[in-house]
């Protein structure tokens, strides 16, 4: 199996390009997953960081982290305008409508209690923290900010997102000698990352059922 491997990421393109190819894709998925919150965007920006780490060039982890948090960045001005059409609205919006679909009871009404508590600098946490994302920014709507505002406190948010994934790239990257090697282990701490919250509010719930059935 490991032959297999090594001799196709042996014909892979040349180093220009992947770069040719590669950052104009990262952009759109990234727009795209931040548009659509269903594409695993952390995984892209570690997978390339990792790619970036085994390149030549001295400015490929540069390019990919201003590609990611660009990308980033103009997909949450664009989800959040569309949310705000929907908030005008009489009828609402499908945007809207996603968005409140995606965000539980709970995290919208933490996320309201700590935007009045912080203000717009509790965009730079929700992008940090999984699945923290959408429940701040229907709070930001609900909330009616102002689409300027919310566009600058995002700036930090998207910057500090992809600083975050990229370092995880990185690390995994330089622990393997093949770039393969480095995307596996990268997207397996992304997807351990992500997936950590939800595995413990389970547990929460399973534990305090538990209590419950044991005290009654």
């Known amino acids: 199996m490991i032959p297999e491997i090594e001799s196709v990421v042996g014909a892979l393109p040349t180093e220009s390009t992947q770069q040719a190819v590669g950052y104009p894709t990262l952009f759109l998925l ?6 659509v919150p269903v594409i695993p965007t952390g995984a892209l920006v570690s997978s390339a960081a990792v790619v970036a780490l085994h390149q030549s060039s001295p400015f490929s982890l540069l390019f990919v982290f201003a590609v990611a948090s660009g990308a ?25 409508e996603a968005l409140t679909r ?15 508590e912080h203000g717009g600098t509790v965009l730079v946490l929700s992008r940090l923290v999984p699945a923290g994302r959408i429940p701040v920014m229907l709070a930001c709507l609900l909330g009616n900010m102002p689409l300027r505002t919310f566009a600058r406190g995002d700036v930090p948010a998207c910057l500090a997102w992809a600083a975050t994934y990229q370092l995880i790239g990185i690390l995994g990257g330089s622990l393997f000698p093949e770039p393969w090697q480095g995307v596996v282990a990268a997207v397996a701490l992304t997807v351990v990352i992500s997936g ?3 595995v413990w509010r389970k547990l929460r719930a399973w534990f305090g059922r538990g209590t419950g059935d044991a005290t009654g």
């Open 196 to 198: 950590a919250p939800a």
């Open 102 to 116: 995606r965000a539980a009871p709970e995290r919208l009404a933490q996320a309201q209690e700590k935007l009045d």
């Open 30 to 35: 990234v727009a795209l997953g931040s548009l």
């Open 72 to 96: 980033a960045f103009l997909g949450d001005v664009c989800l959040y305008w569309l949310g705000q059409r929907g908030v005008r609205s009489n009828h609402g919006s499908r945007w809207l």
